[in-house]
């Protein structure tokens, strides 16, 4: 049971650049989020999903975009990479609703120059 | 817009000296969760509080959620070098059952052998 995965560790990107941030859980877990933390911020979601094929927006959603086509996979899209993107990015799951804890992958770290 | 604060920011203790961390919410909240996340690390679960005046142990760590159910907090007794991290309160964003939740800034907690 690997848990929440998460790739790249590290990643760096020119300003403008496009990338995919990869998360996959293995727990069958309904709902999956992901997150950015930066320094003195907290964590702060960015877009999230209830089930395969249903998505929403967090609190910091612009510049992303997400899908859920299995219930495993959750990955993150920045569009064109800017310098205010840099930061560690979490992709979470859990078994569901308001009462269930959420289960971390390890974290990308993205610098975007 | 909804917001949970947390206070202080940062603290070092001594090793053996206690530690308290209060989170505060901008609503009511239907139950809080507290994470801790090391150093390099990903945050991890660490309790969840429903009923209002609850308070739960785990070993020397005492959570409370507050009578209102606006504020919790996190005491650490004779805090230990295996303490250090940052501790995150969160609670769900907005008022329906989504399984989105919003998190304060966290404490930073260095114990001083």
């Known amino acids: 049971n690997a848990g929440v995965t998460q790739t790249p560790k590290f990643q760096v990107l020119k300003t403008g650049q496009s990338m995919t941030l990869q998360c996959a859980q293995d727990m069958n877990h309904e709902y999956m989020s992901w997150y950015r933390q930066d320094p003195g911020m907290g964590l702060r979601l960015i877009h999230y999903s209830v089930g395969a094929g249903i998505t929403d927006q967090g609190e910091v959603p612009n510049g992303y975009n997400v899908s859920r086509s299995t219930t495993e996979d959750f990955p993150l899209r920045l569009l064109s990479a800017a310098p205010s993107q840099t930061s560690v990015y979490f992709c979470?799951?859990?078994?569901?609703?308001?009462?269930?804890?959420?289960?971390f992958g390890p974290g990308t770290r993205l610098t975007v120059l | 817009g909804q917001q949970v604060m947390q206070i202080p920011q940062y603290q070092h203790v001594q090793e053996g000296e206690d530690f308290t961390t209060y989170c505060n919410s901008s609503?009511?909240?239907?139950?809080i969760q507290w994470y801790k996340q090391r150093p390099g690390g990903h945050p991890v679960f660490l309790i969840q509080l429903v009923k209002s005046g609850e308070v739960k142990k785990q070993k020397r760590l005492t959570f409370q959620f507050g009578e209102a159910k606006k504020n919790s907090s996190l005491h650490i007794t004779a805090t230990q070098t295996t303490d250090v991290g940052t501790y995150f309160c969160a609670g769900p964003l907005g008022s329906s059952n989504t399984g989105k939740l919003i998190f304060g800034q966290g404490t930073t907690l260095q114990v001083k052998p």
């Open positions: 609503t009511t909240l239907s139950n």
């Open positions: 979470a799951s859990s078994y569901g609703t308001n009462y269930n804890e959420q289960f």
